[in-house]
């Protein structure tokens, strides 16, 4: 069993030729809260990216993100859910 998402905010970013689509916050089982979570345009699909940090010139690490590939898919459904509705 996994902690479940239950509150998404999302906000909308418009800038021209950026990937960058908006930011997301999530709340898992009203206990959590995780900011900056990054909505990007992909080359095939839109994925939700977790905060990170850069730790060299061309390298960066996830400061928070799921353990497990179900997690991981139940923020990015609910995420993008959300972010579909604002369209």
């Keep these: 069993m996994f ?10 970013e418009e800038k021209e030729n950026s990937r960058v689509k ?7 089982d009203g206990v959590l809260k995780i900011n ?3 909505i990007i345009e992909g080359n095939s699909r839109m994925f939700a990216a977790m905060p990170n940090r850069k730790i060299s010139d061309d390298k960066y690490i996830d400061y928070v993100y799921p ?7 139940e923020i990015e459904r609910a995420i993008l859910e959300e972010y579909n509705k604002e369209n």
């Design 22 to 28: 908006g930011y997301a916050i999530i709340e898992l």
């Design 3 to 12: 902690m479940k998402v239950t509150k998404v905010s999302v906000q909308k």
């Design 36 to 38: 900056g979570i990054r």
């Design 67 to 73: 353990v497990n590939k179900e997690l991981r898919e």
